[in-house]
């Protein structure tokens, strides 16, 4: 079975710009969350989806979102890209069944804001 | 403020040598502790999780040990190989499937 994975591997974007990150699950996996890594911050949770809604929401601007589409698939968006936001962007996936609470996550994408 | 807190930061061990790593947390309504493995250029690997409704849990060379009236659990990883030098991620969450809170990290250097 295929695992999660995520597109673009790598971005370059300067301060001010958007840009879109895309996060396809394991097949069957139904709950889509988001993290950030920075060396200074550590791991960061952004926001979970399950069944196209957001349930759970991290500490972050307004300028982080997301959604998720009805093959779970999800995206997330950085509006009005800050030098801070560089960071590595992670997406897991999970079975989304009550009791089970595995997170198997991506690659990463690799953001750079200059 | 950080809900789960890791020791050491860093921790060199001889091949065939044990690494513990340890982590804390405050929120009693966690539920569910992983741990992860990261390899530089990679996301985290799920190694091994625990519920607090048990004290141990012992997958091949990885051992999580729990005690909940300390809030605390550690990884213990046996006989220690060049191969398992990575970043180490201690996590807690609670209630859902998502939201996972990660204590910083421990980078593991196994020397040959």
């Known amino acids: 079975k295929a695992g999660v994975t995520q597109t673009p591997r790598y971005l370059i974007k300067t301060r001010g710009q958007q840009v879109t990150l895309s996060c396809s699950p394991i097949s069957g996996h139904r709950s889509v969350s988001w993290y950030q890594q920075t060396p200074g911050q550590g791991l960061q949770f952004l926001f979970e989806?399950?069944?196209?809604?957001?349930?759970n929401k991290g500490n972050f601007p307004g300028r982080f979102s997301g959604r998720q589409f009805s093959n779970s698939r999800s995206e997330m968006n950085v509006s009005t890209l800050e030098l801070g936001d560089s960071a590595l962007y992670l997406c897991?996936?999970?079975?989304?069944?009550?009791?089970?609470?595995?997170?198997?996550f991506g690659p990463g994408t690799r953001l750079t804001v200059t | 403020q950080q809900q789960v807190k890791q020791s050491p930061q860093s921790l060199i061990v001889q091949k065939g040598g044990i690494s513990i790593i340890n982590c804390a947390y405050e929120?009693?309504?966690?539920?569910?502790f992983p741990w992860y493995q990261q390899f530089p250029g990679k996301g985290p690997a799920l190694l091994i999780a625990?519920?607090?409704?048990?004290s141990e849990k012992k997958e091949g060379r990885f051992t999580i040990s729990f005690n909940k009236s300390a809030k605390q659990f550690s990884l213990h990883i046996m006989d220690s190989q060049p191969g398992d030098s990575a970043t180490y991620f201690c996590a807690a969450s609670k209630d859902s499937w998502g939201k996972l809170q990660f204590g910083a990290g421990t980078q593991v250097v196994v020397t040959p």
């Open positions: 897991a996936s999970s079975l989304g069944r009550t009791g089970t609470y595995e997170q198997y």
């Open positions: 989806y399950f069944s196209e809604t957001q349930r």
């Open positions: 625990i519920r607090p409704d048990v």
């Open positions: 929120n009693t309504a966690f539920d569910y």
